[in-house]
């Protein structure tokens, strides 16, 4: 797999993540033991299970607690891409991929497997999450990449190294769908968003920058769309790789909007 996004020859995709929510299965235990099968066949032969947490917001502090239900991960063997399976769903997350086109026919693919060997699932929700890592050359900052309009800073610290930023926007798209851009900026090697931390496969190359000092000023960019599904339906395949190819032509578009023509020319979008 490549370390690019689709046509972007450099691009500063470090991870993507995509989930199929689900009302709660609660007998999935008793049909993960075929399902696990079937991945190894598929080409997962990494398993393991999961001891899943959930992060909780208390003021400015993160707590994770763990949670109750049980989980279950597959992963390639290399441990770039894998598939989770969960009382509430399945997820496909990747640090590393041929083009979208492979991940979405990835996705299709568990999906249906996951229709064949659990009965009865009914959906209320997909999502489609992109992190990117941005790295700036030297001399230049993350605004010479991303639209300036994402920085919030108000230029309030008496001691500009320690400037840390966050903005969230929020975009109803249509037909149930919304949009979520995460901008933060600071110095130093970025972090995955908190939720992203303990992350179980093998890293992208950008995650660990080399030759990043803690002054370099960085940020990420943490694009999500989402649909939901109200009243909730009968999981259907073939309407689920429908929607996500719609999914990923939002975030696409987000993604060409936020960034300028300086990073489009650096990045080589051909």
């Not at 995509?18 to 991945?39: M, Q």
């Not at 940020?219 to 929607?243: F, H, Q």
């Amino acid at each position: 797999m490549a370390e690019s996004l689709g046509q972007w020859g450099n691009a500063p995709l470090v991870y993507v993540l995509a989930e199929l929510r689900t009302e709660r299965i609660s007998d999935v235990k008793n049909y993960y033991p075929k399902f696990a099968g079937r991945l190894r066949d598929d080409g997962y032969p990494i398993q393991r299970t999961m001891h899943a947490a959930k992060v909780v917001a208390t003021g400015t502090q993160m707590i994770f607690e763990p949670a109750q239900d049980p989980a279950w991960e597959f992963a390639t063997p290399d441990n770039r891409t894998g598939v989770m399976l969960r009382p509430n769903g399945l997820v496909l997350h990747a640090t590393a991929y041929e083009d979208e086109i492979d991940f979405l026919a990835r996705l299709d693919k568990v999906v249906r497997l996951f229709a064949e060997e659990i009965p009865s699932v009914y959906v209320n929700r997909l999502g489609l999450r992109y992190i990117d890592f941005v790295l700036p050359r030297k001399g230049e900052k993350p605004e010479d990449y991303v639209d300036g309009r994402l920085n919030p800073d108000l230029g309030l610290a008496k001691i500009q190294a320690d400037v840390r930023t966050t903005s969230v926007a929020i975009y109803a798209m249509g037909n149930g769908r919304q949009l979520t851009l995460r901008y933060s900026r600071g110095r130093g090697k970025p972090e995955m968003p908190p939720d992203l931390v303990m992350l179980s496969l093998q890293p992208s190359k950008l995650m660990n920058p080399p030759g990043i000092t803690d002054i370099d000023p960085t940020a990420v960019l943490d694009t999500d769309c989402n649909l939901n599904y109200s009243p909730v339906e009968k999981l259907d395949p073939k309407r689920v790789r429908d929607e996500f190819a719609l999914i990923c032509d939002e975030v696409y578009t987000a993604f060409l909007t936020a960034i300028t023509e300086h990073a489009r020319k650096i990045w080589e979008a051909k």
